[in-house]
């Protein structure tokens, strides 16, 4: 029992159970899809996890579409995010997508402006913060959809109310696994192995076609853009100043417009390589600025990342000897 999550006189299944309880509780709600479909992945820049989430009614009854009407399910990305992922995310209807500057502090903070929102860095921080208010008109719902179940009453007859409780209760049941105080690995991968699970039991009874079923199917969603990191070592790291998403430099000016060319350049050369990109910011530990670029092959994303640390060197003070590769 988790202290102070209980609604005195009301039992909502899946409302405080951890870890293998969760899948107990969401295999015996029944076979209907849920509402919220969280698709956490594993790979971006160094191959360390990062969450992903969207928003799906996958077909839902009227009951079911309307439990979450009016919120806004969000996710807040960082710079360093695959381009890939950031691509995926944006053809997802109903999703709003935020970025934040580098840093747990800063991306929980953006996050924090949403009803529901999954946030992460490339890095492997990350949850899922669902708000309060969200969290009270759930257990409302689930109150209330109890009720009709047990009278037989409720718009669109048993099955829509059946197929709304349910969804409820996996979304309680997702408030009490992930850790919405720190980016938790362990109760991370749970959610991961639960959902997955649960996709893998009811894709092929709901008709949904999003082929969450099975990890090859998951991590198949989208590809990751090839990239390549490295950094730069300068006199003055706080020479160089970016916005607040940190995707662009705004000092020194010509080097922003230096970057912009690299860009463009490197975007005619690979014919359609929408994801060419790259951007620069000085680290937050250490007095070197630290480079990122993407393109569409690993050779053309070094050669970008080269030409970046370069133009970093002449236009930001870079000490030493003007780079010569970007590769370790």
Same mark, same amino acid.
Request: with cysteine.
């Given at each position: 029992?988790?202290? /102070?999550?209980?609604?005195?006189?009301?039992h909502?299944?899946g409302e405080?159970?951890?870890?293998?309880?969760? %899948?107990?509780v969401?295999?015996?709600?029944?076979s209907?899809?849920s509402?919220?479909?969280?698709?956490?992945r594993?790979?971006?820049?160094?191959? +360390? /996890?990062?969450w992903?989430?969207f928003?799906?009614?996958g077909?839902?009854?009227?009951?079911e579409a309307? %439990?979450?009407?009016?919120?806004r399910?969000?996710? =807040?990305?960082?710079?360093?995010?695959?381009?890939?992922?950031?691509?995926?995310?944006?053809? +997802?209807?109903?999703?709003t997508?935020?970025?934040?500057?580098? *840093?747990?502090?800063?991306?929980?903070?953006v996050?924090?402006?949403?009803? +529901?929102?999954?946030?992460?860095?490339?890095?492997?921080?990350?949850?899922?913060?669902?708000?309060?208010?969200?969290?009270?008109?759930?257990?409302?719902?689930?109150?209330?959809?109890?009720a009709? @179940?047990?009278?037989g009453?409720?718009?669109g007859?048993a099955?829509a109310?059946?197929?709304?409780?349910?969804?409820?209760?996996?979304?309680?049941?997702?408030?009490?696994?992930?850790?919405q105080a720190v980016?938790?690995? %362990?109760?991370?991968?749970?959610?991961?192995e639960? +959902?997955?699970?649960l996709?893998g039991?009811?894709?092929?009874?709901?008709?949904?076609? #999003?082929?969450l079923?099975g990890?090859?199917?998951w991590?198949? #969603?989208y590809?990751?853009?090839?990239?390549r990191q &490295?950094?730069?070592p300068? &006199?003055d790291?706080? &020479?160089?100043?970016c916005?607040?998403?940190?995707?662009r430099?705004?000092?020194?000016?010509? #080097?922003q417009?230096?970057?912009d060319?690299? =860009?463009?350049? *490197?975007?005619?050369?690979?014919?359609?390589?929408e994801?060419t990109?790259c951007?620069?910011?000085?680290? *937050?530990?250490?007095?070197?600025?630290?480079?990122y670029?993407?393109?569409a092959?690993?050779?053309?994303?070094? &050669?970008?990342a #080269?030409?970046?640390?370069?133009?970093?060197?002449?236009h @930001?003070? /870079?000490i /030493?000897d003007?780079?010569?590769?970007?590769?370790?």
């Amino acid at each position: 029992h988790v202290p /102070g999550e209980h609604v005195p006189g009301e039992h909502v299944p899946g409302e405080h159970v951890l870890g293998e309880h969760v %899948l107990d509780v969401w295999r015996q709600a029944n076979s209907a899809a849920s509402i919220v479909r969280i698709n956490p992945r594993t790979k971006s820049p160094g191959g +360390i /996890g990062g969450w992903q989430a969207f928003y799906a009614s996958g077909g839902a009854s009227a009951p079911e579409a309307g %439990l979450l009407a009016g919120l806004r399910l969000a996710v =807040v990305q960082t710079a360093y995010a695959n381009g890939g992922s950031t691509a995926y995310l944006k053809q +997802i209807p109903g999703l709003t997508l935020d970025f934040a500057k580098t *840093g747990v502090k800063f991306v929980h903070q953006v996050a924090e402006r949403y009803p +529901i929102a999954c946030y992460f860095e490339a890095n492997g921080h990350g949850t899922v913060l669902i708000k309060g208010h969200v969290v009270d008109a759930l257990r409302m719902a689930a109150k209330t959809l109890e009720a009709e @179940a047990a009278s037989g009453s409720g718009s669109g007859g048993a099955v829509a109310v059946l197929r709304a409780r349910v969804a409820v209760r996996r979304l309680l049941a997702l408030h009490q696994l992930v850790n919405q105080a720190v980016g938790d690995a %362990l109760s991370d991968m749970l959610a991961v192995e639960a +959902i997955l699970s649960l996709r893998g039991e009811t894709d092929s009874d709901s008709g949904s076609g #999003l082929g969450l079923g099975g990890v090859v199917e998951w991590d198949a #969603l989208y590809g990751d853009l090839p990239s390549r990191q &490295a950094k730069l070592p300068v &006199a003055d790291r706080a &020479a160089i100043r970016c916005n607040a998403d940190e995707t662009r430099a705004v000092a020194p000016e010509a #080097l922003q417009a230096a970057l912009d060319a690299l =860009v463009a350049a *490197g975007a005619l050369v690979a014919a359609g390589a929408e994801g060419t990109r790259c951007f620069v910011r000085p680290s *937050g530990t250490e007095d070197v600025v630290r480079v990122y670029a993407e393109a569409a092959t690993q050779a053309e994303a070094d &050669a970008l990342a #080269l030409e970046a640390l370069k133009a970093t060197y002449d236009h @930001a003070g /870079g000490i /030493g000897d003007r780079p010569t590769t970007a590769t370790p």
